[in-house]
């Protein structure tokens, strides 16, 4: 992966999330832990926002992908919960990850290169940062397994749970609902090569297409 920029070099990133920029002044966008212990603001707008494929944040987040919002340090307050955040330097890059040692959660990432930025993840804000995450970083590491918006469909039997039904690299054998419900393998029941899920036409996904890189 090449080396990250040392600042976004994105300084006017469109920002569609909201229209009201000219109803100033904008209240600041809070964001706080899962626990709720850590709790932070920052000026809105964000400077900017993206998705991180990179294996780090990755892990970091234990999910397919990392999407952070940067804004510059000085306009990040941290507003409670302080003596419970945890730190790991990542000695590999000198990057710098804060959880909140009560619940885990990742709250924002420093990035050695980036001296003036705080990298904080979309999820934790309680509003609009101002900035759509429209940047990609290490698109190339994009996991073969990580949704990218394919149509999805209600899984007959199971309210709540939705599926691609039509993803060609599933085969029925890796299909534990099928399992569950009783219905039949096709490749054991002799009527074709995959379950049939009747009245479940309506695709509820965006039928967004993203490159898959690798
Ligand atoms: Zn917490």
């Known amino acids: 992966m090449p080396p990250f920029p040392f600042e976004p070099p994105f300084g006017d990133a469109p920002d569609d999330e909201t229209s009201a920029k000219k109803i100033a002044p904008l209240k600041p966008a809070t964001g706080r832990c899962l626990c ?65 040692s009560a619940c885990g959660t990742p709250l924002y990432y420093e990035r050695a290169r980036s001296k003036h930025m705080i ?12 900035r759509q995450p429209i940047y990609h ?3 190339e590491e994009l996991q073969e397994w990580a949704y990218t918006g394919e149509p999805l469909v209600p899984l007959k039997g199971f309210p709540g749970v939705v599926w691609n039904r039509s993803s060609k690299k599933r085969r029925v054998d890796d299909d534990p609902f099928a399992v569950m419900s009783g219905r039949k393998n096709k490749r054991s029941g ?25």
Do not use: M
Not at 121 to 129: H, I, K, N, V, Y
Not at 193 to 214: F, H, L, N, V
């Open 36 to 100: 709720g212990k850590v709790r932070f603001e920052i000026d809105f707008p964000a400077f900017w926002a993206w998705h991180d494929h990179t294996k780090a944040s990755r892990r970091a987040h234990g999910a397919a992908y990392a999407t952070y919002v940067g804004v510059w340090k000085k306009r990040f307050r941290l507003l409670k919960g302080e003596a419970l955040i945890a730190r790991f330097e990542d000695k590999t890059n000198g990057s710098v990850r804060n959880f909140c």
């Open 119 to 130: 990298n904080i993840p979309r999820a934790l804000f309680e509003s609009r940062t101002g």
């Open 137 to 139: 970083i290490g698109i």
């Open 190 to 214: 002799g009527e074709g090569t995959q379950t049939e899920e009747p009245g479940t036409t309506s695709p509820i996904g965006r039928g967004r297409r993203a490159k898959r890189g690798g």
